[in-house]
Protein backbone atom coordinates (compact mmCIF):
# COMPACT_ATOMS: atom_id res chain seq x y z
CA UNK A 1 0.00 0.00 0.00
CA UNK A 2 1.05 3.48 -0.69
CA UNK A 3 0.04 7.08 0.31
CA UNK A 4 0.26 10.32 -0.64
CA UNK A 5 0.29 13.70 0.83
CA UNK A 6 0.74 17.31 -1.17
CA UNK A 7 2.58 20.42 0.51
CA UNK A 8 4.34 23.52 -0.37
CA UNK A 9 7.19 25.58 0.60
CA UNK A 10 7.71 28.86 -0.03
CA UNK A 11 11.00 29.97 -1.15
CA UNK A 12 13.79 32.11 0.27
CA UNK A 13 13.26 34.61 -2.81
CA UNK A 14 12.17 34.14 -6.06
CA UNK A 15 13.95 32.19 -8.64
CA UNK A 16 14.01 32.47 -12.34
CA UNK A 17 13.99 29.22 -14.20
CA UNK A 18 13.59 28.39 -18.31
CA UNK A 19 9.67 28.26 -17.34
CA UNK A 20 9.32 31.95 -15.13
CA UNK A 21 9.62 32.75 -11.98
CA UNK A 22 8.58 30.72 -9.01
CA UNK A 23 8.46 31.54 -5.37
CA UNK A 24 7.94 28.02 -4.08
CA UNK A 25 8.31 24.16 -4.76
CA UNK A 26 5.14 22.29 -4.88
CA UNK A 27 5.56 18.44 -4.25
CA UNK A 28 4.43 15.21 -2.50
CA UNK A 29 5.68 12.81 0.26
CA UNK A 30 4.92 9.22 -0.20
CA UNK A 31 4.61 6.49 1.94
CA UNK A 32 4.90 3.11 1.25
CA UNK A 33 3.55 0.20 4.33
CA UNK A 34 5.70 -2.69 5.27
CA UNK A 35 4.08 -6.28 4.98
CA UNK A 36 2.25 -7.14 8.22
CA UNK A 37 5.21 -9.66 9.02
CA UNK A 38 7.63 -7.46 9.19
CA UNK A 39 9.31 -6.20 12.37
CA UNK A 40 9.18 -2.60 12.76
CA UNK A 41 9.32 0.13 15.15
CA UNK A 42 6.38 2.20 14.13
CA UNK A 43 4.27 0.44 16.86
CA UNK A 44 2.19 -1.76 14.38
CA UNK A 45 4.78 -4.34 13.34
CA UNK A 46 5.23 -2.62 9.75
CA UNK A 47 8.02 -0.94 8.21
CA UNK A 48 7.55 1.70 6.68
CA UNK A 49 9.12 3.71 3.66
CA UNK A 50 8.93 7.73 2.36
CA UNK A 51 9.84 9.51 -0.91
CA UNK A 52 9.41 12.88 -2.35
CA UNK A 53 8.40 13.91 -5.16
CA UNK A 54 9.10 17.47 -5.62
CA UNK A 55 8.89 18.22 -9.90
CA UNK A 56 10.20 21.46 -11.51
CA UNK A 57 9.38 22.16 -14.61
CA UNK A 58 11.90 21.99 -17.75
CA UNK A 59 13.32 18.88 -15.80
CA UNK A 60 10.92 16.73 -15.20
CA UNK A 61 7.19 16.31 -15.09
CA UNK A 62 4.43 19.41 -13.62
CA UNK A 63 2.99 19.24 -10.72
CA UNK A 64 -0.09 18.42 -12.26
CA UNK A 65 0.98 15.50 -14.10
CA UNK A 66 2.75 14.16 -11.12
CA UNK A 67 -0.16 14.75 -9.31
CA UNK A 68 -2.19 12.40 -11.70
CA UNK A 69 0.41 9.89 -12.44
CA UNK A 70 0.48 9.40 -8.51
CA UNK A 71 -2.96 8.91 -7.99
CA UNK A 72 -3.19 6.68 -11.30
CA UNK A 73 -1.33 4.08 -10.01
CA UNK A 74 -2.32 0.79 -7.94
CA UNK A 75 -2.21 0.06 -4.46
CA UNK A 76 0.49 -2.34 -5.12
CA UNK A 77 2.58 -0.08 -6.81
CA UNK A 78 5.59 -0.18 -4.30
CA UNK A 79 5.65 -4.51 -4.80
CA UNK A 80 8.63 -5.46 -6.55
CA UNK A 81 9.52 -1.97 -7.83
CA UNK A 82 12.95 -1.74 -9.64
CA UNK A 83 15.44 0.15 -7.16
CA UNK A 84 17.47 1.28 -10.27
CA UNK A 85 14.93 1.80 -13.28
CA UNK A 86 12.02 3.47 -14.03
CA UNK A 87 8.80 1.23 -14.91
CA UNK A 88 6.66 2.02 -18.26
CA UNK A 89 4.23 3.43 -15.78
CA UNK A 90 5.95 5.82 -14.33
CA UNK A 91 8.11 6.93 -17.69
CA UNK A 92 7.88 10.19 -17.92
CA UNK A 93 7.47 11.51 -14.95
CA UNK A 94 10.87 11.33 -13.21
CA UNK A 95 9.57 13.13 -10.09
CA UNK A 96 6.60 10.50 -9.64
CA UNK A 97 9.21 7.95 -10.12
CA UNK A 98 11.81 9.86 -7.44
CA UNK A 99 9.41 9.46 -4.81
CA UNK A 100 7.69 5.94 -4.94
CA UNK A 101 11.50 4.44 -6.00
CA UNK A 102 12.74 6.69 -2.47
CA UNK A 103 10.35 5.25 -0.81
CA UNK A 104 10.97 1.53 -1.74
CA UNK A 105 14.58 1.95 -0.84
CA UNK A 106 13.65 3.84 1.93
CA UNK A 107 12.05 1.27 3.52
CA UNK A 108 14.32 -1.75 2.50
CA UNK A 109 16.83 0.17 4.02
CA UNK A 110 15.28 0.39 7.20
CA UNK A 111 14.52 -3.31 7.11
CA UNK A 112 18.24 -3.68 6.86
CA UNK A 113 18.90 -1.54 9.73
CA UNK A 114 21.61 0.61 7.36
CA UNK A 115 21.76 4.16 6.03
CA UNK A 116 20.38 4.13 2.29
CA UNK A 117 23.83 5.31 1.26
CA UNK A 118 25.31 2.16 2.03
CA UNK A 119 22.52 0.08 0.32
CA UNK A 120 23.59 2.28 -2.69
CA UNK A 121 27.71 1.57 -2.55
CA UNK A 122 27.27 -2.61 -2.10
CA UNK A 123 25.10 -2.19 -4.82
CA UNK A 124 27.03 -0.25 -7.49
CA UNK A 125 30.26 0.65 -6.07
CA UNK A 126 30.88 -2.57 -4.07
CA UNK A 127 33.78 -2.27 -1.14
CA UNK A 128 33.38 1.30 -0.45
CA UNK A 129 32.08 2.70 2.96
CA UNK A 130 30.17 5.50 2.46
CA UNK A 131 31.98 8.50 4.56
CA UNK A 132 29.68 10.40 7.07
CA UNK A 133 29.92 13.32 5.13
CA UNK A 134 30.57 14.65 1.63
CA UNK A 135 32.34 17.94 0.38
CA UNK A 136 29.48 20.56 -0.70
CA UNK A 137 29.97 23.78 -3.62
CA UNK A 138 28.09 26.97 -2.89
CA UNK A 139 26.57 28.69 -5.60
CA UNK A 140 27.30 32.10 -6.81
CA UNK A 141 24.70 34.08 -8.57
CA UNK A 142 25.09 36.63 -11.61
CA UNK A 143 25.70 39.84 -9.83
CA UNK A 144 28.40 42.25 -11.28
CA UNK A 145 31.50 41.95 -10.11
CA UNK A 146 31.20 43.78 -6.69
CA UNK A 147 28.27 41.59 -5.92
CA UNK A 148 29.67 38.69 -7.25
CA UNK A 149 32.91 38.84 -4.99
CA UNK A 150 30.99 39.43 -2.31
CA UNK A 151 28.93 36.54 -2.47
CA UNK A 152 32.03 34.66 -3.22
CA UNK A 153 33.85 35.76 -0.25
CA UNK A 154 30.93 34.86 2.08
CA UNK A 155 31.07 31.56 0.73
CA UNK A 156 34.64 30.93 1.34
CA UNK A 157 34.21 32.53 5.27
CA UNK A 158 31.15 30.07 6.04
CA UNK A 159 33.53 26.96 4.98
CA UNK A 160 33.20 26.14 1.24
CA UNK A 161 36.37 25.48 -0.58
CA UNK A 162 34.58 24.97 -4.00
CA UNK A 163 32.30 27.59 -5.72
CA UNK A 164 30.04 27.32 -8.95
CA UNK A 165 29.51 30.90 -10.30
CA UNK A 166 26.90 31.29 -13.06
CA UNK A 167 27.50 32.93 -16.39
CA UNK A 168 25.89 33.16 -19.38
CA UNK A 169 23.61 35.83 -18.54
CA UNK A 170 25.75 38.80 -19.13
CA UNK A 171 28.28 39.72 -22.64
CA UNK A 172 31.62 36.93 -22.43
CA UNK A 173 34.10 39.94 -21.35
CA UNK A 174 31.66 41.06 -18.08
CA UNK A 175 31.80 37.05 -16.96
CA UNK A 176 35.24 36.75 -17.73
CA UNK A 177 36.05 40.37 -15.71
CA UNK A 178 34.06 38.35 -12.43
CA UNK A 179 35.54 35.00 -12.64
CA UNK A 180 38.71 36.31 -12.70
CA UNK A 181 38.11 38.78 -9.65
CA UNK A 182 37.04 35.86 -7.39
CA UNK A 183 40.12 33.90 -8.49
CA UNK A 184 41.88 36.69 -7.54
CA UNK A 185 39.49 37.20 -4.21
CA UNK A 186 39.41 33.75 -2.77
CA UNK A 187 41.50 30.73 -2.48
CA UNK A 188 38.61 28.19 -3.50
CA UNK A 189 38.15 26.20 -6.36
CA UNK A 190 35.95 27.87 -9.17
CA UNK A 191 33.39 26.44 -11.64
CA UNK A 192 31.12 27.67 -13.85
CA UNK A 193 27.68 27.14 -15.21
CA UNK A 194 26.51 28.36 -18.05
CA UNK A 195 22.80 27.03 -18.33
CA UNK A 196 23.44 26.56 -22.28
CA UNK A 197 23.90 30.18 -22.66
CA UNK A 198 26.68 29.96 -25.28
CA UNK A 199 27.07 29.27 -29.23
CA UNK A 200 29.88 27.24 -30.16
CA UNK A 201 31.95 30.03 -31.07
CA UNK A 202 31.39 31.81 -27.83
CA UNK A 203 31.89 28.56 -25.81
CA UNK A 204 35.24 28.39 -27.85
CA UNK A 205 36.38 31.88 -26.55
CA UNK A 206 35.12 31.41 -22.97
CA UNK A 207 37.24 28.11 -22.59
CA UNK A 208 40.64 29.51 -24.16
CA UNK A 209 40.29 32.58 -21.91
CA UNK A 210 39.37 29.98 -18.66
CA UNK A 211 41.93 27.31 -19.24
CA UNK A 212 44.54 30.04 -18.02
CA UNK A 213 42.11 31.30 -15.07
CA UNK A 214 42.51 27.76 -13.71
CA UNK A 215 38.63 27.29 -13.88
CA UNK A 216 37.74 23.38 -12.73
CA UNK A 217 35.11 23.17 -15.60
CA UNK A 218 32.58 24.73 -17.41
CA UNK A 219 29.09 23.66 -16.77
CA UNK A 220 26.37 22.87 -20.37
CA UNK A 221 28.29 25.59 -21.97
CA UNK A 222 26.31 24.69 -25.30
CA UNK A 223 22.36 23.73 -25.38
CA UNK A 224 21.59 20.35 -24.52
CA UNK A 225 20.93 18.70 -27.57
CA UNK A 226 24.73 19.80 -29.48
CA UNK A 227 26.38 16.66 -27.79
CA UNK A 228 29.28 17.26 -30.96
CA UNK A 229 29.78 20.89 -30.00
CA UNK A 230 29.99 19.78 -26.56
CA UNK A 231 32.94 16.66 -27.59
CA UNK A 232 34.43 19.46 -29.60
CA UNK A 233 35.12 21.94 -26.79
CA UNK A 234 36.56 19.26 -24.85
CA UNK A 235 40.68 19.24 -23.94
CA UNK A 236 40.76 22.97 -24.49
CA UNK A 237 42.35 22.67 -20.80
CA UNK A 238 39.04 23.44 -18.42
CA UNK A 239 36.83 20.74 -18.45
CA UNK A 240 33.11 20.14 -19.46
CA UNK A 241 30.49 19.18 -17.43
CA UNK A 242 26.60 18.36 -19.09
CA UNK A 243 23.71 18.80 -17.09
CA UNK A 244 20.64 19.41 -18.52
CA UNK A 245 22.45 17.45 -21.29
CA UNK A 246 22.13 14.14 -19.04
CA UNK A 247 17.99 13.98 -18.89
CA UNK A 248 17.70 15.27 -22.71
CA UNK A 249 19.65 13.27 -24.34
CA UNK A 250 20.41 9.94 -21.46
CA UNK A 251 23.75 8.73 -20.08
CA UNK A 252 24.18 6.38 -23.02
CA UNK A 253 24.16 9.21 -25.90
CA UNK A 254 26.07 11.34 -23.44
CA UNK A 255 29.02 8.80 -23.21
CA UNK A 256 28.44 7.62 -26.73
CA UNK A 257 29.31 11.31 -28.23
CA UNK A 258 32.03 11.69 -26.09
CA UNK A 259 30.50 14.95 -24.61
CA UNK A 260 31.85 14.94 -20.95
CA UNK A 261 34.76 15.08 -18.72
CA UNK A 262 31.82 15.39 -15.63
CA UNK A 263 28.26 15.03 -15.25
CA UNK A 264 25.89 16.43 -12.98
CA UNK A 265 23.48 14.16 -11.66
CA UNK A 266 19.89 15.07 -10.26
CA UNK A 267 18.14 12.41 -9.07
CA UNK A 268 14.62 14.30 -9.20
CA UNK A 269 15.13 14.88 -12.82
CA UNK A 270 16.81 10.82 -13.23
CA UNK A 271 13.75 8.75 -11.49
CA UNK A 272 15.09 8.23 -8.12
CA UNK A 273 18.25 7.89 -5.99
CA UNK A 274 18.92 4.36 -7.09
CA UNK A 275 18.58 5.06 -10.88
CA UNK A 276 20.94 8.32 -10.49
CA UNK A 277 23.19 5.79 -8.35
CA UNK A 278 24.10 3.16 -11.30
CA UNK A 279 24.14 6.41 -13.74
CA UNK A 280 27.15 7.73 -11.15
CA UNK A 281 28.65 4.07 -11.35
CA UNK A 282 28.30 4.33 -15.52
CA UNK A 283 29.78 7.72 -15.88
CA UNK A 284 32.66 6.77 -13.61
CA UNK A 285 33.54 3.49 -15.46
CA UNK A 286 33.27 5.29 -18.73
CA UNK A 287 35.49 7.77 -16.93
CA UNK A 288 33.47 10.89 -16.31
CA UNK A 289 33.20 12.28 -12.72
CA UNK A 290 29.79 12.56 -11.55
CA UNK A 291 28.64 15.29 -9.50
CA UNK A 292 25.31 14.67 -7.54
CA UNK A 293 23.05 17.88 -7.28
CA UNK A 294 19.39 18.78 -5.91
CA UNK A 295 16.56 20.54 -7.97
CA UNK A 296 15.83 22.65 -4.50
CA UNK A 297 14.76 19.77 -2.96
CA UNK A 298 12.95 19.25 0.48
CA UNK A 299 14.39 17.48 3.51
CA UNK A 300 13.74 14.47 2.31
CA UNK A 301 14.93 14.52 -1.09
CA UNK A 302 17.88 16.47 -0.22
CA UNK A 303 18.84 13.61 2.03
CA UNK A 304 18.12 11.22 -0.26
CA UNK A 305 20.59 12.98 -2.83
CA UNK A 306 23.05 13.14 0.26
CA UNK A 307 23.32 9.54 0.48
CA UNK A 308 23.39 9.34 -3.02
CA UNK A 309 26.54 11.13 -3.35
CA UNK A 310 27.76 9.14 -0.36
CA UNK A 311 27.86 6.48 -1.83
CA UNK A 312 30.03 7.13 -4.59
CA UNK A 313 33.90 7.17 -3.58
CA UNK A 314 35.71 10.35 -3.39
CA UNK A 315 33.03 11.77 -4.94
CA UNK A 316 33.55 15.50 -6.26
CA UNK A 317 31.86 18.57 -4.26
CA UNK A 318 28.02 18.15 -4.83
CA UNK A 319 25.26 20.49 -5.34
CA UNK A 320 23.71 19.74 -1.93
CA UNK A 321 23.99 23.05 -0.23
CA UNK A 322 20.40 23.78 -0.96
CA UNK A 323 18.02 24.12 1.84
CA UNK A 324 18.48 28.21 2.46
CA UNK A 325 17.05 28.81 -0.48
CA UNK A 326 13.79 27.72 1.11
CA UNK A 327 12.01 30.00 3.28
CA UNK A 328 10.35 26.39 5.05
CA UNK A 329 10.94 23.31 4.78
CA UNK A 330 9.12 19.87 5.47
CA UNK A 331 11.42 18.82 8.70
CA UNK A 332 14.59 19.88 10.65
CA UNK A 333 17.16 19.39 7.99
CA UNK A 334 18.38 15.65 7.99
CA UNK A 335 21.41 16.36 6.07
CA UNK A 336 22.74 19.87 7.32
CA UNK A 337 25.88 21.37 5.60
CA UNK A 338 28.67 22.97 8.02
CA UNK A 339 32.38 23.93 7.28
CA UNK A 340 31.53 23.65 3.43
CA UNK A 341 30.58 19.55 4.07
CA UNK A 342 26.90 18.12 4.56
CA UNK A 343 26.33 15.18 6.86
CA UNK A 344 24.82 12.25 5.54
CA UNK A 345 22.23 11.23 7.64
CA UNK A 346 23.32 8.47 10.05
CA UNK A 347 20.12 6.40 11.08
CA UNK A 348 18.62 3.54 9.11
CA UNK A 349 17.21 4.43 6.27
CA UNK A 350 16.96 8.26 4.35
CA UNK A 351 16.77 9.86 7.53
CA UNK A 352 14.90 7.19 10.19
CA UNK A 353 11.77 7.98 10.86
CA UNK A 354 12.28 11.70 10.84
CA UNK A 355 9.05 12.17 8.23
CA UNK A 356 6.67 9.44 9.09
CA UNK A 357 4.32 11.30 11.44
CA UNK A 358 3.67 13.97 8.14
CA UNK A 359 2.23 10.75 6.26
CA UNK A 360 0.36 8.57 9.42
Wanted: proline residues 8%; charged residues 25%; hydrophobic residues 45%.
Amino acid sequence: MYRTRSFALALDRPLSTAAGEIDRREGFLIGVDGSPTDVGTDGDGAIRGVGEATPLPDWTESAEDCRGTLASLPDDVAAGYPTDSVPPALTGTPAAAHGIQTAVLDQAARRAGAPLSTLLADEWFPGHDPPTTVPANATVGDGDVAETVAAAERAVEAGFGCLKLKVGARPLADDLDRVRAVLDAVDADVRLDANAAWDRETAGRALDELAAAAVAYVEQPLPPDDLDGLAALRGRGVDVAVDESLVAAGVDAVLAAGAADVAICKPMALGGPGTAAQVAATLREAGVEPVVTTTIDGAVARAAATHVAAAVPDVAPCGLATADLLAEDLLPDPAPIEDGRVRVPAGPGVCGDAADELLW
